[in-house]
């Protein structure tokens, strides 16, 4: 049985949330509206800056012949497959650096040297080392994620409170047992927080892999577009990269709600008992 | 003579740091008999928990030597508990599991009932599946005490258990957590800043000085033959005098308190 003040508030709260959804889609259609009737009075170039339609019309013609799935499934793959090497390399090496204080020390300088690196940089010579295909794809998306996924991992090891530590030690427990009894699991929001920003890099990595290799993918869309001046195209495909990034984001938020069933979020539940 | 519980021989601990030396303890002698219950006072940083560290085998002292049941510590077989100034729940862990988990590193299957009758003895039936911050302080160290409890260890230390409790909850706690050890027969050290609570809980109180602590006094507590209980030796007569005393001997250190309590956890 809820009260009135509560249906008050639930509704108040529903018709706020529906104001923001609807608000949010009319800037998304008044701008697609305002580009293709700027475009259709020639205010802007339609051949630099394409328009609405055109970007219809080119996305159904490429879905019909299915040049669209193959290039988004190229991309998807890499990334799916970047992301998961580099979330398990960047972990494993996070533990081996934890496991092992003086690696940690020994390796600390290079780990910052590489991570403010411009990994990008290093493009070219996976081509060269790797070929011109995959491999180069997969090393460029990997390079730019795991150094990031070791730091952030690594640190929220650290920051672990050695009381914790201790209890385990006290109870007689090895290395392996503080590992993983209280390092990982108190480590989780912070593994989430890596995982939510590796996809986003390895987006990153696998698109500038494709523009160097240039064979398929939508990253290979978007850099032959502008090279044969058809900038409809480069925007489809653009439009198609930003809705694959926010389903991968979807994916790993899905996964964040599914594996911490929410244990420490008890602190919003009412404290019971005076303990007295 | 009965063999000691613990024995700590000449113990001095010298902490290394890279700007120097810190001297912790010096030449410290401590014997304490099964069942004792031994409470350890001085100035803030004096260097207490590091003695209950070097009983626990956590590390070894710089000279001297620590024993445990007549063995060498960190190589003895005996059981110890440690009860820490926070309870050091696991957030991600129900109150049942954070129980268990002493049982667990010990792998001592078999012995779920008894974490769930120990739970049920301090109150905490309604809660075995609740998470550890749905509850106030006193019963997460409650729940601390259980999961020590549950491993029967034959040594407790306690580092301060009670400090973070607002005072009634402290009261209780003291006199249920004493029940517990005295019932079982546990040897226990306590670390303390609160010189009442000291006389309260033991049977020997033993203060330390100041940075590196020696021990300055060994103060036998007695309130008639058999040991009231904290409830009741708060109100015994002798009490007051004890905490007098033990208030003369720390008053000194008082105002040239080290700035922080460092190398105490």
């Not at chain 1, 008050?8 to 706020?16: D, N």
């Not at chain 1, 991309?75 to 533990?95: D, N, P």
């Not at chain 1, 389903?247 to 964040?256: H, K, N, R, S």
Request: aromatic content about 10%; charged content about 20%; glycine content about 8%.
């Amino acid at each position: 049985m809820s009260t009135i003040p509560r249906q008050q508030y639930l509704q108040k709260m529903r018709k706020e949330k529906w104001l923001i959804i609807l608000t949010q889609a009319f800037i998304l259609a008044a701008f697609i509206v305002a580009w293709e009737v700027m475009a259709s009075a020639r205010i802007i170039d339609p051949f630099l800056f394409s328009r609405p339609s055109q970007i219809i019309e080119l996305l159904l013609k490429l879905a019909r012949e299915g040049e669209l799935f193959h290039h988004v499934a190229v991309t998807v793959g890499e990334t799916l497959a970047g992301f998961f090497l580099g979330t398990f390399l960047g972990l494993l090496t996070a533990i081996l650096l934890w496991w092992y204080p003086s690696l940690a020390r020994l390796m600390d300088p290079f780990l910052v040297v590489l991570n403010s690196t411009p990994k990008i940089a290093l493009g070219p010579i996976f081509i060269v080392w790797m070929g011109n295909g995959y491999g180069a794809i997969l090393t460029m998306a990997l390079t730019i994620s795991v150094i990031t996924t070791i730091t952030v991992i690594y640190s929220g090891f650290t920051e672990v409170p050695e009381g914790y530590v201790k209890l385990i030690r006290v109870f007689g427990g090895n290395r392996w047992e503080i590992l993983r009894k209280v390092i990982l699991p108190a480590s989780v929001p912070t593994i989430i927080a890596a995982l939510k920003v590796n996809i986003g890099l390895t987006l990153v990595g696998v698109i500038v892999g494709e523009f160097l290799v240039s064979k398929s993918g939508l990253g290979y869309l978007i850099i032959y577009g502008g090279q044969v001046f058809q900038l409809t195209l480069v925007i489809a495909s653009i439009v198609i990269l930003a809705v694959v990034a926010a389903i991968l984001y979807q994916f790993v938020a899905w996964f964040e709600r599914r594996w911490i069933s929410n244990p420490s979020s008890g602190s919003a539940r009412v404290r019971v008992g005076s303990g007295g | 003579m009965t063999e000691l519980a613990i024995e700590l021989r000449n113990v001095t601990v010298t902490y290394q740091t890279p700007k120097g030396e810190i001297p912790a303890l010096e030449d410290i002698q401590l014997k304490v008999t099964p069942g004792e219950f031994v409470a350890l006072v001085g100035p803030s940083g004096c260097g207490k928990s590091t003695i209950l560290s070097l009983i626990a085998g956590l590390f070894e002292p710089t000279y001297g030597e620590v024993f445990v049941k007549g063995e060498q510590s960190g190589r003895h077989q005996c059981r110890i508990g440690y009860m820490l100034q926070q309870d050091f729940l696991l957030p991600w862990r129900t109150v049942l599991d954070n129980a268990n988990l002493g049982l667990e590193l010990q792998k001592d299957r078999g012995k779920e009932t008894l974490v769930e009758d120990l739970l049920k003895t301090y109150g905490l039936e309604k809660f075995l599946h609740h998470h550890p911050t749905e509850l106030s302080g006193g019963m997460r160290q409650r729940v601390a005490l259980v999961r020590t409890l549950a491993v029967d260890p034959d040594i407790f230390l306690l580092d301060e258990p009670f400090s973070a409790l607002d005072y009634q909850t402290r009261t209780t706690i003291q006199e249920e957590v004493w029940q517990a050890l005295k019932s079982r027969r546990k040897t226990t050290v306590l670390v303390t800043h609160d010189v009442g609570e000291a006389v309260a809980m033991s049977d020997r109180v033993i203060v330390l000085t100041s940075r590196p602590a020696k021990v300055k006094r060994d103060l036998t507590i007695e309130f008639g033959k058999e040991h009231p209980g904290p409830w009741q030796a708060r109100k015994s007569k002798g009490f007051v005098d004890y905490v007098d005393l033990i208030w003369d001997e720390l008053r000194e250190y008082v105002d040239r308190e080290t700035p922080a309590g460092k190398g105490e956890t």
